[in-house]
């Protein structure tokens, strides 16, 4: 089994992206949603992602976004992949016609019910990213250390690429990868001392965990 490669989120200083870059992770995201205590500004992440060196995928993560947020976002940080929360796969599926750019459909989860819209996304979406449902009253759809029952995904069939989140942190994502076989796994608040403070310390030790060293 090949080691599990890991997207570290919500990066906003140079001090995080570096944390991320010397640990290791395979892919780093930055916010594009104004609610959201991790969001960056088309300035401030152009000041900060050309610290990403080549070889790491960089993220954009959006909540149901119009063209012109997503062509702001990619012009700004050279984005490789977009993380659509909240979008429809008929959406999802015009942004990446659209933009050629790898997309990601967030899928919700909290019921086993909520899997069976994974085949929708998977004609839609590069990869499926299974993250835990938010409160209906959350003021985010995702970035809350909420996470879902991973049992949920036992003997499931997954329709396409996918990779977990939602609640993640150095303390139990050894045994999220045991019990899912997860091969990518994204982390956001399960690495920050406070909302949108990320810490290089926990970055650096998820990272290690994730890796099983
Ligand atoms: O991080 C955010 O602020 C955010 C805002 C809007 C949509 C998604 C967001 N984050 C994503 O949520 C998951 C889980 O995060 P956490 O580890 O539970 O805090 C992750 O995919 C983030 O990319």
Known sequence: MPRPTAKICGLSTPAAIDAAVRGGA?????????????????EQVRSIAGRVPAHIRRVGVFVDPSDDLIDGAIASAA?????????????????????????WGALAVKTRADLDKASALAGAADRILYDAKTPDSAALPGGMGVRFDWALLDGFRHPA?????????????????????????????GVETAPGVKS???ILAFLRAAAGT
């Open 26 to 42: 395979s892919h780093v995201g930055f916010v594009f949603f104004p609610p959201s205590p991790r969001n960056v500004g088309f």
């Open 200 to 202: 290089e310390t926990r």
């Open 161 to 189: 690429p996918w990779a977990l989140s939602g609640g993640l942190d150095a303390a139990n994502i050894g045994e999220a990868l045991t019990r899912t076989g997860a091969q990518l796994v994204d982390v956001s608040s």
């Open 79 to 103: 984005l490789d992949v977009l993380q659509l929360h909240k979008t429809t796969p008929d959406r999802i599926a015009a942004i990446r016609a659209r933009t050629r750019r790898e997309t």
